[in-house]
Nanobody
Framework: VQLQACGGGLVQAGASLRLSCAASGRTFSSRGMGWFRQAPGKVREFVAAISWSGGSTMYADSVKGRFMISSDNAKNTVFLQMNSLKPEDTAIYYC???????????????WGKGTLVTVSS
């Protein structure tokens, strides 16, 4: 399985970005996809997750109401729409695939390389 995340960039506080994660190499209709982020000097933390069917989503409290995760099964792609970005959202964002929809990074066994999001104040 290969996961390729893209869409990061440098934006000002209050702006929006849309991250994409394209998956290849394996059919994963029964698996879950997640987004995590890691800021400098901090542990990798959960952001959002979605079941591949799209029927189940979950979010970290810090992004609820601002971020939305979605999927396009036909394109094997998961998206993270990030609105009202804050400087504290600055991090490398990683997409991951696991056996279920989970907020634990230990439940994911495939990871993309990450895309950098920088939010200036």
């Amino acid at each position: 399985v290969q996961l390729q995340a893209c869409g990061g960039g440098l934006v000002q506080a209050g702006a929006s970005l849309r991250l994409s994660c394209a998956a290849s190499g394996r059919t994963f209709s029964s698996r879950g996809m997640g987004w995590f982020r890691q800021a400098p000097g901090k542990v990798r933390e959960f952001v959002a997750a979605i079941s591949w069917s799209g029927g189940s989503t979950m979010y970290a409290d810090s992004v609820k109401g601002r971020f939305m995760i979605s999927s396009d099964n036909a394109k094997n792609t998961v998206f993270l729409q990030m609105n009202s970005l804050k400087p504290e959202d600055t991090a490398i964002y990683y997409c991951a695939q696991g056996d279920s929809t989970s907020d634990s990074r230990y439940e994911y066994d495939y990871w993309g390389k990450g895309t950098l999001v920088t939010v200036s104040s």
